[in-house]
């Protein structure tokens, strides 16, 4: 899941769909695609791969479809990464930024 999550971060579309539906009402797809410069229809499939990837929660309201952040997936990711990072830099037997391997 994390790499299929990853993957899901790394277009900068997403990232910037994150940082919107963290902000208030920003729930409907409607408002989100008012906030970026892209079609109605590239922001639905940048949705679905986020919903797929587990980051994001979807919810149909009749004709609407509304959308907000997994908080506890983010903060489960965050934790593999941490622990990812650090037992690279362990292994890579760097000290840290002030210590050259």
Known sequence: MRAMQLRALAHPARL???ERL???QGCVCGEVVRALPLAQSTVS????VLVEAGLVRLRVEGARSCYCLDAEA????RGDLDALLARLIAAAGC????EPC
């Open 74 to 77: 983010l903060a489960r990711l």
């Open 16 to 18: 910037a769909m994150l």
């Open 95 to 98: 000290g840290g930024p002030t």
């Open 45 to 48: 499939q940048h949705l679905k």
């Open 22 to 24: 963290a902000a208030p």
